[in-house]
T-cell receptor, first 113, second 115 residues
Framework: GESVGLHLPTLSVQEGDNSIINCAYSNSASDYFIWYKQESGKGPQFIIDIRSNMDKRQGQRVTVLLNKTVKHLSLQIAATQPGDSAVYFC????????????FGKGTKLTVNP | DARVTQTPRHKVTEMGQEVTMRCQPILGHNTVFWYRQTMMQGLELLAYFRNRAPLDDSGMPKDRFSAEMPDATLATLKIQPSEPRDSAVYFCASLRQTQGAGELFFGEGSRLTVL
């Protein structure tokens, strides 16, 4: 079955540093990946996505890298700010199959001032 | 500002009681999902609908949970009877599809506590 997991449950960084959050997936047929940010007491919020025909995609201060060979993706946050403190989830989808997004357990990012 | 609206935001009830959670998806979104979030299990998909028709409810305990979409603007998740293990945050999300995939928009969640 498809599963998505995270390497580290927590990550603590200093304000201004870059953050890297990692995620592994198990289904090689997964072809669409999304990163979500969840702040305390709120629902997950879309950050960035990437399709399997790409290995890198950049947004505002965020970059997602996809390595299909080892079934790994990462979220890089540049110049991390206190407002980035949240739980980050990766999710994967196989577009040709079920539309069910499979979420990882989440990584809690804490940004220290 | 379009968003998914869920009610109630918080619900405390006693074991055995019926609980109904409601969701108003974003206008024009034709796919609606129900997720449950706990510390132990993370985000679990319970059920989802497209054009009001249930497509998959395999993640939902059938004996006590039911999900419906009476119309395009309302999705409901009902638990009867509720049990302490149902305590969780229940999220509704709706999907704007673009070329077969899209970003899921989540509501703020309904935090359920069953005593």
């Amino acid at each position: 079955g498809e599963s998505v997991g995270l390497h580290l449950p927590t990550l603590s960084v200093q304000e201004g540093d870059n953050s890297i959050i990692n995620c592994a997936y198990s289904n090689s047929a997964s072809d669409y990946f999304i990163w979500y940010k969840q702040e305390s007491g709120k629902g997950p919020q879309f950050i960035i996505d990437i399709r399997s025909n790409m290995d890198k995609r950049q947004g505002q201060r965020v970059t997602v890298l996809l390595n299909k060979t080892v079934k790994h993706l990462s979220l890089q946050i540049a110049a991390t700010q206190p407002g980035d403190s949240a739980v980050y989830f990766c999710a994967s989808l196989t577009q040709g199959g079920s539309e069910k997004l499979v979420f990882g357990k989440g990584t809690k990012l804490t940004v220290n001032p | 500002d379009a968003r998914v609206t869920q009610t109630p935001r918080h619900k405390v009830t006693e074991m055995g009681q019926e609980v109904t959670m409601r969701c108003q998806p974003i206008l024009g979104h034709n796919t609606v999902f129900w997720y449950r979030q706990t510390m132990m299990q993370g985000l679990e998909l319970l059920a989802y609908f497209r054009n009001r028709a249930p497509l998959d409810d395999s993640g939902m305990p059938k004996d006590r949970f039911s999900a419906e979409m009476p119309d395009a603007t309302l999705a409901t998740l009902k638990i009867q009877p509720s049990e302490p293990r149902d305590s969780a945050v229940y999220f509704c999300a709706s999907l704007r599809q673009t070329q077969g995939a899209g970003e899921l928009f989540f509501g703020e969640g309904s935090r359920l506590t069953v005593l």
